[in-house]
């Protein structure tokens, strides 16, 4: 049970973990639609000589979205090279972040339980396939607090292209009291809506006005009893009013030398975008915010069903430059001992082709990468089967995932929980192992 559901301050004041942590901080790079692990993360020799071929009745019948099963088997359609010195083979899709290969912990026998997109972007942020379950970034914030006041310990950064296929709910409060829900940073001018005052008035004038509106409040919520959407808002009107000191100059990156705006790729109309949320994701850390989550992918992002080649291609173009910048920045400023950095979707991508050229879903075995804090780098865990389709070999089903995230943050996945409806709820619902092979 986390301390701050005892407290009735306005603030997310910093809790005790359970255990020392090797992460103080999480930045979750979620490439939403699903991307191909056997084109990116996952060289399969064997699928490149089946190519064109069925998939060997061996493999037992197969749960697909659209009926690929019967399809021609497809190769990776761009080559795999060892990189770096632990010869961690990776894509050519992604030069940038091949150049890191060595930092990578590669997870390659992720899985989980549903063919759809909402359900899976759900499971992989909420542990559940269900709507309205709590985010792992809201029980990161209801577990441990906030190490800024001035800030929101939960920032979540949509692609601009909008549509992720489930919606807020994705970064959600669940049955958790709703302060803990995601903080949405928008691209843009002005990332964070409604923060300017929208007057001249000073400081002390606003302070004024915001205890006489806190007191109506009080007054409001004490006849209506505990109301967690009520004091949410409540609590927002305190936070919003501290960040209009420190958000402004936390959202300037005006200030970031040309070399470092080089580095996220700022220079390249491709990279700009997702690098300028990239590099807003650095400064949210280095502020004292606990998780930032940037989403890569509009409606389809990812979702290669047309053509692998064309669609990874353009986002692979778009975030892989940023991404290895991140790293390489936080690395340098010493951040990345105690961040832990996440790369990956809410599943795969099938062997077999789908109208030729593209992929279908598959969430029975897929890629995560991990950077950073308390795992090993250079480094591959588990396997799929001799062409991608299912994880066989140190098999980490999300809820692992899950567990091994909250272990690196200092919490006992089974003992982070929650009382509802008579129930000790956790993010690992009952299942769950923390991935030890991957800990340093």
Known sequence: MAFSQLLGSESL????????AKAKRVIWLFMHGG?????????KPELIKHAGK???????????????????????VKPFRPRGQSGIEISDFLPHMAEL??????IRSCHGDSVNHPQSVYQMNTGSILMGKPSLGSWVAYGLG???????SFVVMPDPGGGLKGGP?????????????GITMRPG?????????????SPARQRATLDLVNQFNAMHQAQRGADSHLEARIRAYELAFRMQSDAPEAVDISEESAATQTLYGLDDPTTKEFGTRCLLARRMIERGVRFVQLYS??????????????NHTEYCARTDKPVAGLIRDLKQRGLLEDTLVIWGGEFGRMPMSEKGVGRDHNPWGYSTVFFGAGVKHGHVHGATDDVGLRAVQDKVHVHDLHATILHLLGMDHESLTYRHNGRDERLTDVAGHVVKGILT
């Open 13 to 20: 004041p910093v809790q005790r973990s359970h255990f020392p």
């Open 35 to 43: 991307p191909s692990h056997v084109d990116l993360l996952d060289p």
């Open 54 to 76: 069925p998939l060997p009745e061996s493999f037992g019948a197969v749960e697909t979205r659209r009926k690929v099963a019967q399809n021609p088997l497809l190769g990776p």
């Open 101 to 106: 290969a060595d930092e990578m912990c590669v």
């Open 146 to 152: 906030s190490e800024n006041q001035n800030m929101p």
């Open 169 to 181: 709910p994705a970064w959600g409060n669940g049955f958790l009291p709703a302060t803990y829900q």
């Open 189 to 201: 001018a002005n990332p964070i809506l409604h923060l300017q005052s929208a007057s001249e008035r």
């Open 297 to 310: 992918g509009d409606t389809n992002g990812w979702d290669a069903h047309e053509d692998v080649l064309k």
